[in-house]
């Protein structure tokens, strides 16, 4: 691929509005910017969507940081690759780590297809022009939550996922569900729930959510198709599926009717790939899950998400959800509950330099 020199950077925002689980409150994000130059100076751009600490994953930004200046950049350097689809394997002699690989495998899928002169969403076979746009509020405060909606649904987001825990769940999605009685509504309960509180879940069969996403240990399978068996509701999993055999094994054993992709969990986009072409084969639908990130990895979830699998709203929703001012240009916006895939080469966007600069707090170039 001809790669002169990768830039890491680290950038630090603050959210508009805090973004809470059950496991803790997320008020400021970090994340590494990935540049992989050319001989021509063809720049590919990927995103790190570790957090600052091991809350969702193992990862984090350090942790992020070190795999890719000390392993996976000098694997890049050392053997070089034809295309981006051979990143995945040249990385294989690193265990896991799969935020870190995808942070530099989707900066080589970008300049990939920059190299070509095609957009990113035609090079991995997507076929959609624009892609419906779902939000996820994160308030456990009720009448908050409801206002949050009513202001989101106004701006035509087509699909609202929230998140619950068994100290704030029935009530609150059965008042969400009276207010908003023809809600696409669906719940994200990241591994609050064991089996035991099967009947608590199931008490949230009446309230027609699409799903709900991981209500059991973020690294199980088995208990989840036992739980599976006995709700109504689909289950989606999120944590649990970091591998294709994770996503394969978990279909065979029934543990869920619903994949939620992210990019940075499995790996890169050529993983993200082969889920969706599996789940596509076993009619599983999917959807492309969200990180709170930056409008690089914003806009390779839109090029992934236009794929022909992707047939449910994904948690992708425009840079103004969470900063007042993106690192791309133009900024990701959503219109009438749609984002647009672009037309242009690669992702579609450009760094802000501006704005890179004023949030970088860290940055380092590897030459090759
Ligand atoms: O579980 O899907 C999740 C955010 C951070 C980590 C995990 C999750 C989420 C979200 C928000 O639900 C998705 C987004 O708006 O980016
Ligand atoms: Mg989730």
Redesign the pocket.
């Known amino acids: 691929m001809n790669i002169k020199s990768v830039k890491l950077s680290v950038v630090k925002m603050p959210l508009k509005h805090a ?1 809470t ?1 059950h496991l803790g409150s ?1 008020t400021e994000r970090e994340a590494i910017i990935v540049e992989a130059e050319d001989q021509n100076g063809i720049l590919g751009l990927g995103e790190g969507v570790a ?1 600052s600490s091991p809350w ?1 994953t193992e990862e984090t930004v350090r942790t992020s940081w070190h795999v890719l200046k000390d392993f996976l950049v000098p694997l890049l350097k050392e053997k070089g690759i034809s295309h981006p689809d051979e990143a995945f394997g040249l990385f294989r002699s690193v265990r896991r780590n799969h935020m870190a690989k995808a942070a530099i495998e989707t900066a080589l899928w970008d300049l990939q297809a920059k190299q070509e002169g095609i957009p990113l969403a035609k090079l991995i076979g997507g076929t959609m022009d624009s892609i419906p746009s779902g ?2 509020v ?1 308030n456990p405060d009720l009448a908050e939550a409801i206002k949050q909606i009513e202001g989101y649904l106004d701006r035509g987001y087509k699909r609202v ?1 929230v ?1 619950i825990s068994p100290e704030n769940d029935i009530q609150y999605i059965g008042e969400i569900r009276r207010r908003f009685p023809n809600l696409a509504l669906m719940a ?1 309960a ?1 591994s609050a729930y064991s089996l035991e509180d099967a009947d608590r879940l199931k008490a949230l069969d009446e309230y027609g959510l699409l799903m709900i ?2 209500p059991l240990e973020y690294d199980d399978i088995v208990d989840h198709a036992k739980l599976q068996s006995q709700i109504a509701t689909p289950i989606c999993l ?2 649990s599926i970091v591998t294709f055999d994770d996503a394969r094994k978990a279909v065979e054993l029934g543990s869920c009717k619903v994949i ?1 992709i ?1 990019i940075g969990r499995v790996g890169g986009i050529g993983e993200a790939k082969r889920i969706h072409d599996f789940c596509a084969s076993q009619r599983i639908p999917v959807w492309a ?5 930056f409008g690089v990895s914003r806009a390779h979830n839109i090029a992934l998400a236009s794929m022909p699998g992707f047939t449910i709203p994904g ?3 425009g840079s103004d ?2 900063w007042e001012e993106d690192i791309i240009q133009p900024e990701i916006k959503v219109l009438n509950g749609s984002i647009k895939v672009p037309d242009r080469p690669g992702i579609g966007f450009e760094l802000n330099r501006k704005r890179l600069s004023e949030v970088t707090i860290f940055e380092e170039i590897i030459h090759f």
């Open positions: 973004f689980t997320v957090f969702y939000i996820v994160g996922k998140k994200d990241n996403e991981q999120d944590e939620n992210k899950g969200g990180m709170i990130e948690d992708i929703s959800r969470y």
